[in-house]
């Protein structure tokens, strides 16, 4: 694991330098650790070597904002250590205007936007959490603080904590051929006609190449996307060898909108307006009673995507039914376009094409890549 810390100034003999140097020599058996106190290593570092954490030991201060900043857009984990510079007392009472002007600029994005902070007690935890800036907060007692932790504890709980963040973020980690390994995965594992593999003989390697630490981030998002069944068959039509993963119990921060694990209801609307039932009951009239399935399978997904809580198993059942289901392909355009919904459903069997391969084929509608595609894509792949 390659840890970068930032701290803008060591001072011997100052409780946060000597903790954090503590920590630093603790670790150094077990990690690749270094500590940088100037703002332009650290970003040449950040660019450079895309260390899997980086740690700053700062608050109420422009240049680690500054960095937070950079590390944010090179897509690496940030870790922040207020250092008990948050607590209610010193945020009203020390220098109150300047800290409330500083909030509004820059501390509380640079605190929000963190991976997860890290504290040295309960009492600062809990008071982080009233806060609320960030709920992702975790107390990694110090021994400087506690003479009954070792060194060595501490660097142990502090490397679990790391693997907690680490976990956490796993999709920004995931490279093509992992997001290219689930596609593939979800296509055979949802197939009901397996005549022949569907899938290429580059796709086929592709799978046979994935290693064990890319394996724990694709069971990681099939756990958390509600489709670690689907993946199982794929696995198992196909006779992959992979390490034992068990997603559930492994240990990380809980998402900040939590998606819906219910399947995608087919037979009554999500939501309660009453104005839209009633044009869906009158425009379905007579129909196939699989266009009246997709429409109500479309809205609900509008209704969950306007919530932020759409997940691929979501996903997977449209499929399922746009594949496998008979309908009339000209009706069902038509109804979508008096339902005010043909390009929800267009953009759909885009994202549909990308992330489990539906073929020409089974589209009813041509695919649409837009704006509003890639954040039905962005919610999907979080």
């Known amino acids: 694991m390659n840890i970068l810390h930032y701290i803008p100034k060591i001072t011997q003999g100052e409780l946060v330098s000597d903790g954090l140097l503590t920590l ?26 895309h260390p899997d954490i980086f740690h700053i030991h700062a608050c109420w201060n422009h240049e680690a904002a500054r960095i937070a900043k950079q590390a944010y857009k090179e897509g690496v984990a940030i870790v922040v250590s207020p250092h008990w510079q948050l607590e209610q007392f010193i945020r009203m009472r020390e220098q109150h205007i300047s800290k409330v002007c500083k ?194 399978m479309l809205l609900n997904i509008k209704f969950h995507l306007q919530k932020r809580t759409l997940s691929m198993y979501h996903l997977t059942e449209l499929y399922e039914v746009l594949k496998y289901e008979d309908y009339d392909e000209d009706k069902l355009q038509e109804v979508l376009k008096y339902m005010k919904i043909k390009d929800l459903a267009s953009r759909l069997i885009q994202v549909l094409s990308e992330t489990i391969l539906l073929e020409e084929g089974f589209m009813p509608l041509a695919p649409l890549d837009d704006k509003k595609t890639h954040r039905i894509k962005q919610l999907i792949i979080h």
């Open 103 to 296: 909030t509004v600029l820059y501390q509380y994005k640079m605190i929000h936007r963190a991976d997860a902070l890290q504290v040295s007690t309960d009492l600062e935890r809990d008071n982080l959490l009233f806060l609320g800036w960030n709920k992702r907060c975790t107390t990694v007692p110090s021994s400087l603080l506690n003479k009954n932790i070792s060194y060595e504890q501490m660097a142990k709980t502090m490397l679990v904590f790391y693997q907690k963040v680490i976990d956490s973020r796993y999709f920004k980690l995931m490279t093509a051929v992992e997001k290219e390994a689930l596609s593939s995965l979800l296509r055979i594992g949802k197939e009901k006609n397996m005549i022949r593999n569907p899938l290429t003989s580059e796709q086929i390697l592709n799978l046979r190449d994935i290693n064990p630490i890319q394996w724990r981030r694709i069971m990681l998002y099939a756990d958390d996307e509600y489709i670690r069944n689907i993946i199982d068959e794929g696995i198992s039509r196909m006779q992959l060898t992979i390490p034992t993963i068990d997603a559930a119990n492994i240990d990380r921060f809980t998402r900040r909108k939590k998606k819906s694990s219910e399947p995608l209801e087919r037979k009554e609307l999500l939501s309660k307006k009453s104005s839209l039932k009633d044009k869906l009951k009158w425009e379905t009239e007579g129909v196939n009673e699989v266009i009246k399935t997709i429409c109500i």
């Open 24 to 49: 630093v020599a603790a670790m150094k058996e077990v990690a690749n650790v270094q500590v940088v106190t100037q703002r332009k290593e650290a970003e040449a570092l950040l660019k450079k070597q």
